[in-house]
């Protein structure tokens, strides 16, 4: 799962609960509202019916315990009770007709009314029974308010409505003190069962009146209420209930009430009015507040859904706003992570591989920040750190390794030069004995090819060989001095332009780039198969086709060794690959050239391969100026011109002379008259070589002129024996000036010469190690 993703669902879960709870509590809210809205409309329309019809209820109740005592009137009065009562339940039973609610059982109590009246009026049981008939009406209907109208979900209004509910049971607790009074009729006698209904009904409305309507009643439903409990009939009332509780006298049937009792019915009727009143501005009161109960809850609902699509908006803000910061932190460490990784790191490895300083500012730096994206950031930037360290310790290592293999392969060189110089005095001294001859030959060849193998290595060691040719070279010399670095050079055939010449600073590297190729083609082909190296000029530049009949080799391999040569592949691969430095040396050759070297199979089934060098190494050849020294020409053609032809060059390369010749076609030249060439050197400093002339024999050696004049006449036709020029080929390191050396037979060597020979060879070694000091960083 992303990150992303997680995210939002760690938004979303809250965000859901949040709102769910929201809507819960607005719904009940709103249910809560709906029902005291409910509850106001139904007290409105029912509750005054209601209320009425108990009124009525409690005088009928009373004008049936007059009548039934025989109080005089009291029919009349019963008649008047009756219609109010019916006038009332008529009201009552047209309103009440929510069958949810609990007015059921008053209409049902109701249906009995005629039949306990006329009870009543043929005094059919006991008056005790009828009466009770309509207290249990009048309970029903008080049960009504109570159920109904209290309120019960609602603390406060359930306090604001307990007065009410209490007032409306301390009235019927009068009421049922005026019908007991009413019963005792014009005899003023009680019975027992009266007499304790008038007790307890005055016990209960003292106490509803001292515990639970005045601690509940509000200020202005207070001072109402002192005004009517401090009246004059309410006075007479607390006087009459006290005298018929002390003053009674008890008789054999029941009891006799005091004559107090006579102006009972009018303080009653006075102060009952005031009651209700009060009991009417309660149930107002408490239908105000349940009116703004409603409204208010309404007005809670609107601010907790305000509130709270406010909250969840906040939430979904700072969500996304936050998602959208973590997110983009991670999309920028991550850009710079890639960006590090891609570039910066690889450009940090090739400038410490180079051997230059790296910048720390282009390095990620540990910001210190706590958070987790910044302690991500910070061990990338160690990471990083020791990466780049790591690298810097193995660029020292190899940059050391590359001065210590520069040093060895200048000492070797110096050796090799000293080795080259050896062999041609001994060509020169010796040059008439055929078989000697070709040892020396031999013995040269092998050399030159150890010459190219220090090259290798300083190519290798990442160093830079110096270039020493200050003339551009034309292609075909060029061809030929590649050539003449190969052991089996006879095989080469060599087909260029003349019109065509080289930058004198690339003539060593394009030299040794080919030579390598040649030496390549060379071996891995049948001894008696030719090599074909040919130069044309193309579009891009000058290309090279180096051809022979070797074995075929799969594309794979081919595109395997393409991919090195396109690419100067890295060091770190040669212990893996110790047994094809070649390639390597190639592929680094071309990249410093800017060329490209790509192998593929040839059509006579062996492998062709193909340089293209780039235009800007290339010059017209002006005249027909002759070409620059060969580093290597074991035969030197008689004839003046140079041919271009394959078969021309094959016959230059042929090495059948140990005579010299001269350059001019009439004849040879004698050696006193001929002067040593121009000093040539290799890229590497080596000595290159070139055709030159045999200088004149040693004077310390004259009997041996006349041996080799004879059989120089005897053969004129034969080409001039290649030839080195002493001193020529140095490092321009060792090109210290020194003694010069005295030349003596090689058969005579005396001390002095041992001695000159051994303080040259510490001069040399004394100038390259300081050369290499003072190259160290």
Not at 77 to 97: K, N
Not at 331 to 341: S, Y
Not at 474 to 490: G, I, N, P, Q, T
Request: net charge negative; charged share 25%; glycine share 6%.
């Amino acid at each position: 799962m992303r990150l992303r993703t997680l995210l939002i669902w760690l938004a979303v879960v809250p965000t859901v609960a949040m709102g769910t709870q929201v809507t819960v509590t607005a719904d009940r809210l709103l249910e809560q509202s709906a029902r005291l809205r409910a509850d106001v409309e139904a007290a409105e329309r029912i509750g005054a019916p209601l209320y009425t019809l108990m009124v009525d209820m409690q005088a009928e109740r009373t004008a049936t315990a007059a009548q039934w005592a025989g109080t005089e009137g009291a029919e009349g009065e019963l008649r008047v009770r009756r219609a109010a009562t019916d006038s009332a339940a008529a009201e009552f039973g047209r309103l009440a007709d929510d069958p949810s609610r609990s007015f059921a059982e008053v209409t049902r109590q109701l249906e009995k009314l005629a039949a306990h009246r006329q009870r009543a009026d043929t005094r059919s049981g006991a008056a005790d029974s009828t009466l009770a008939y309509y207290s249990e009406v009048i309970g029903k209907v008080i049960q009504v308010y109570q159920q109904e109208f209290s309120h019960a979900e609602d603390a406060e209004l359930a306090q604001a409505s307990r007065p009410v509910v209490s007032m409306l049971q301390a009235t019927e607790m009068v009421a049922r003190e005026d019908t007991v009074l009413a019963l005792a009729g014009p005899s003023g006698e009680l019975g027992f069962v009266g007499y304790d209904q008038f007790v307890s009904s005055l016990g209960a409305q003292r106490y509803l009146h001292e515990a639970l309507i005045v601690p509940h009643l509000a200020e202005g439903d207070e001072r109402f209420y002192e005004r009517v409990v401090g009246s004059a009939d309410w006075q007479t009332k607390t006087r009459i209930e006290n005298a018929v509780l002390s003053g009674h006298q008890d008789t054999v049937s029941g009891i006799r009430v005091p004559a107090e009792v006579g102006d009972w019915k009018s303080a009653h009727a006075n102060f009952s009015v005031q009651m209700t009143t009060l009991n009417i501005d309660l149930a107002r009161s408490v239908l105000t507040r349940g009116e703004a109960k409603a409204a208010q809850l309404q007005t809670e609902v609107a601010w907790l859904i305000a509130g709270s699509g406010g909250g969840l908006l906040a939430v979904v803000i700072v969500v996304v706003l936050t998602t959208r910061s973590v997110l983009r932190r991670l999309r920028e460490l991550h850009e710079r992570t890639v960006t590090v990784a891609e570039e910066t790191l690889p450009d940090v490895v090739a400038r410490l591989q180079r051997g230059q300083t790296v910048d720390p500012e282009a390095l990620p730096a540990v910001s210190g920040d706590r958070d987790e994206v910044g302690r991500i950031s910070d061990a990338f930037a160690r990471a990083v750190a020791v990466s780049v360290d790591g690298h810097r310790r193995l660029a020292a290592e190899r940059h050391g390794f590359g001065l210590f293999a520069s040093g060895i392969a200048s000492r070797t060189g110096n050796l090799v030069s000293r080795q080259l110089s050896l062999t041609e005095d001994i060509q020169d001294t010796f040059g008439h004995d055929e078989a000697l001859l070709a040892q020396l030959m031999r013995s040269d060849q092998l050399t030159v090819g150890m010459r190219r193998q220090i090259e290798n290595l300083l190519i290798l060691a990442g160093g830079e060989v110096p270039d020493p040719h200050t003339e551009p070279m034309r292609v075909a010399d060029l061809l030929r001095e590649a050539a003449a670095e190969v052991e089996d050079f006879r095989r080469i055939e060599r087909q260029a332009l003349d019109e065509t010449s080289v930058e004198p600073s690339a003539v060593s590297r394009i030299s040794h780039l080919l030579a390598e190729l040649l030496d390549n083609a060379t071996r891995f082909s049948p001894p008696k198969s030719k090599v074909v190296i040919r130069a044309e000029l193309v579009a891009d530049g000058l290309t090279v086709e180096i051809e022979d009949r070797g074995p075929r080799v799969s594309p794979e391999r081919y595109e395997e060794m393409n991919g090195r040569l396109h690419q100067a592949p890295p060091y770190s691969v040669l212990a893996q690959n110790a047994h094809r430095l070649g390639l390597f040396v190639v592929g680094h050759l071309a990249d410093q050239l800017g060329a490209t070297v790509t192998l593929r199979r040839s059509v006579y089934g062996g492998t062709c391969a193909v340089v293209v060098l780039p235009a800007e190494l290339l010059l017209p050849t002006v005249g027909v100026a002759p070409g620059g020294p060969a580093r290597r020409e074991p035969v030197v053609p008689a004839p003046a011109a140079e041919p271009d032809s394959a078969a021309a060059e094959s016959a230059a390369d042929a090495p059948a002379a140990d005579v010299p010749v001269s350059s001019d076609p009439g004849g040879p030249v004698p050696a006193e008259g001929r002067e040593p060439g121009p000093v040539v050197h290799t890229s590497a400093g080596l000595p290159s070589r070139r055709t030159k002339t045999p200088r004149p024999a040693p004077a310390a050696a004259p009997a041996a002129v006349p041996a080799v004049r004879p059989a120089a006449a005897a053969a004129p036709a034969r080409p001039a024996l290649p030839e080195r020029v002493p001193q020529t080929h140095l490092a321009d390191q060792l090109r210290a000036p020194h003694a010069p050396e005295t030349r003596v037979p090689q058969d005579t060597a005396t001390p002095e010469e041992v001695a000159d020979a051994w303080a040259d060879y510490e001069q040399g070694t004394q100038t390259v190690e300081e050369e290499l000091r003072r190259d160290q960083p």
